[in-house]
């Protein structure tokens, strides 16, 4: 059974830096397509950044340059580095873990639903206030 459970969340001001972590159990980055999406106030779920099977990591292009996903492999751990925050980045981030359906894996929520056996942390609230 896959857990995951996330944790730094916090407010901030824009401008600022962030690090967040999930803790993985019954999943792994070779096993399953793995990473960061977000949903923020009166928006849909979005992809933020996930690794392919073979770690390479895909970032949405808003997130590119400001955000960086890492792994540790001993730890079974994600980690999002989030950097130069802006209010628009204010949502609720869940670590996410669905099947590999392709060589790379999508940054498409749609694709990690429970019907497609995708599982979802329950989150950490990160606020930018401008």
């Known amino acids: 059974q896959v857990k995951l459970v996330e944790s730094g969340g916090k407010s901030v001001q824009s401008g600022g830096s962030l690090r967040l972590s999930c803790a993985a159990s019954?999943?792994?980055?070779?096993?399953?397509?793995m990473g960061w999406f977000r949903r923020g106030p009166g928006h849909g779920r979005e992809g933020v950044a996930v690794?392919?099977?073979?770690?390479?990591?895909r970032y949405a292009d808003s997130m590119k340059g400001r955000f960086s996903i890492s792994q540790d492999n001993a730890k079974n751990a994600l980690y999002l580095q989030m950097d130069s925050l802006e209010p628009r980045d204010t949502a609720t981030y869940h670590c996410?873990?669905?099947?590999?359906?392709?060589?790379?894996?999508?940054?498409?929520?749609?694709?990690?639903?429970?019907?497609?056996?995708?599982?979802w942390g329950q989150g950490t609230q990160v606020n930018v206030s401008s």
């Open positions: 996410v873990a669905g099947p590999i359906l392709e060589a790379q894996c999508s940054l498409d929520p749609a694709l990690y639903a429970l019907g497609y056996g995708g599982v």
């Open positions: 690794f392919d099977p073979d770690g390479t990591p």
């Open positions: 019954g999943a792994t980055t070779s096993s399953h397509c």
